[in-house]
């Protein structure tokens, strides 16, 4: 019974029927974006996932190979990485969905997840009651984040919806839900995501304690020079010549 309450309590727990089936595309993508990505998942407050990455991994074949020049390298090392992990899949196409799991999170490598990603997104499903959850800013290839409620997807397809108006159909029977990228994604510089919200009283704070640190500093400098008593110098100046 994946939706019930009473197991959701139990921490770093996994289960037959995940919570949440995770779909990473990593075709054509570098191992570094792909691992960002999924090793962000698997380290999150929700550990009842499971994560197939979708790649070619028929290139993957035994045997000897260059270490520099190798264009199946960052396939490898993905398969290296992930193989052993009991929680990842390794598959050449897209699975179906799987009708016992509540939700479907699909997104691109690159993106780097909070560690409470899983949970913002369907705790903001079920509290909208959302057959959709997106996320402001995530439309493109390279930075796609969607969750899938997966009754809400089920109900199109029994209603004979296409694939391309799908989306549409669960709006209108469900709800779409869209959510900032705070608190789900982790902002990157290079993403123009700017100053914290709340830089200003981290600010003041650093301030406060530089202030203190300062004023601790200059009491015990002004201890030191009295119980010396002006031999400081000459200690240091012995320490020296030894």
């Avoid at 193989?83 to 997104?107: A, G, I, N, Q």
């Avoid at 296409?162 to 608190?183: I, Y």
């Amino acid at each position: 019974m994946p939706r019930l309450n009473s197991r959701r309590v139990a921490p770093a727990r996994t289960w037959q029927v995940p919570f949440v089936d995770v779909v990473v595309d990593t075709a054509g993508r570098g191992f570094d974006d792909v691992t960002a990505t999924v090793d962000a998942l698997l380290a999150g407050d929700v550990a009842d996932v499971r994560v197939t990455l979708v790649g070619e991994w028929s290139r993957v074949t035994p045997g000897r190979h260059a270490t520099i020049d190798d264009p199946a390298l960052d396939v490898r090392l993905l398969h290296e990485h992930y193989r052993c992990e009991p929680r990842v899949r390794l598959t050449e196409s897209e699975p179906e969905t799987d009708p016992y799991v509540p939700f479907r999170l699909l997104l691109s490598p690159g993106l780097r997840p909070t560690r409470r990603m899983v949970r913002a997104l369907t705790g903001a499903a079920d509290r909208e009651g959302a057959g959709l959850v997106r996320v402001r800013g995530s439309g493109g290839r390279t930075h796609f984040l969607r969750l899938e409620r997966t009754a809400a997807f089920a109900r199109a397809r029994h209603l004979g919806v296409d694939a391309v108006d799908r989306d549409a159909a669960v709006a209108a029977l469900w709800g779409v839900h869209v959510l900032d990228r705070a608190g789900v994604l982790v902002e990157d510089e290079r993403d123009g995501g700017g100053p914290p919200k709340d830089w200003n009283r981290k600010m003041r704070r650093a301030e406060r304690e530089t202030t203190r640190w300062r004023t601790e500093a200059e009491r015990w400098e002004r201890r030191v020079r009295a119980l010396t008593q002006g031999r400081g110098t000459w200690l240091l100046f012995l320490g020296l010549r030894r």
